[in-house]
């Protein structure tokens, strides 16, 4: 089992511009979340994903939105790049029964 | 407000010591509590969750409800566990996992 899987591993983007992220979950898991990690910081709660559906958001602007297809698979999509998203992207899966998450090894995004 | 306080950024500990890695959060309800751990170059995985009451790595962790307290302890530190540990409440029904900044545990010989 290949874990949660996150792609691209790097990017790097200009002020502006708009990126997607890929997040496939661990098998067997249908609960999709991500986080922004800024260097020297926890990661911060974005959006989860259920059911192809988003359930809860943390405080991020519009800019930042996300999908969750029918194999579980999540994209996170961000718009209008600032220099201030520069940051790791980890995406993290579990199952909707009580437990922990599973962490991807992120993707670290640039914005010059 | 939801919040986790790890005082410790770096806590620094010789081989063999006892380690008690500090965790107070303020949480409405009850959330489920975990200690997550990064290994350096390594993807963030979970070490503990306090329900199953497990030991792991020899790392246990005791959730005191009266002082929202949950700290991580270890009786004698290896250096394998030099790593960012962090103490993260999850919302009730699975949902959002809030981290705080972290104690960076250094284990010297």
């Known amino acids: 089992d290949a874990g949660v899987t996150q792609s691209p591993t790097h990017l790097i983007k200009t002020r502006g511009q708009q990126v997607t992220l890929r997040c496939s979950p661990k098998?067997?898991?249908?609960?999709v979340s991500w986080y922004q990690q800024a260097l020297g910081q926890g990661p911060q709660f974005i959006f989860q994903?259920?059911?192809?559906?988003?359930?809860q958001r943390g405080n991020f602007p519009d800019r930042f939105s996300g999908h969750q297809f029918p194999n579980y698979s999540s994209e996170l999509n961000v718009n209008a790049l600032l220099l201030g998203d520069s940051a790791l992207y980890l995406c993290a899966s579990k199952t909707v029964s009580p437990g922990g998450y599973t962490f991807g090894s992120g993707t670290r995004l640039t914005v010059v | 407000a939801q919040r986790v306080t790890q005082p410790e950024k770096l806590l620094s500990v010789f081989k063999g010591a006892p380690v008690e890695l500090k965790c107070n959060y303020s949480?409405?309800?009850?959330?489920?509590l975990f200690w997550y751990v990064q290994y350096s170059r390594q993807r963030l995985q979970l070490l503990l969750r306090h329900i199953s009451r497990e030991s792991i790595k020899g790392f246990t962790a005791d959730l005191n409800k009266g002082e929202t307290s949950f700290h991580l302890k270890k009786p004698f530190a290896q250096e394998e566990d030099s790593a960012m540990y962090y103490c993260?409440?999850?919302?009730?029904?699975?949902?959002?996992?809030?981290f705080g900044t972290g104690t960076q545990l250094k284990v010297e010989l």
């Open positions: 994903y259920y059911e192809e559906e988003e359930r």
């Open positions: 098998s067997g898991h249908d609960t």
């Open positions: 949480y409405s309800g009850s959330p489920e």
């Open positions: 993260v409440p999850e919302a009730g029904g699975g949902n959002k996992l809030t």
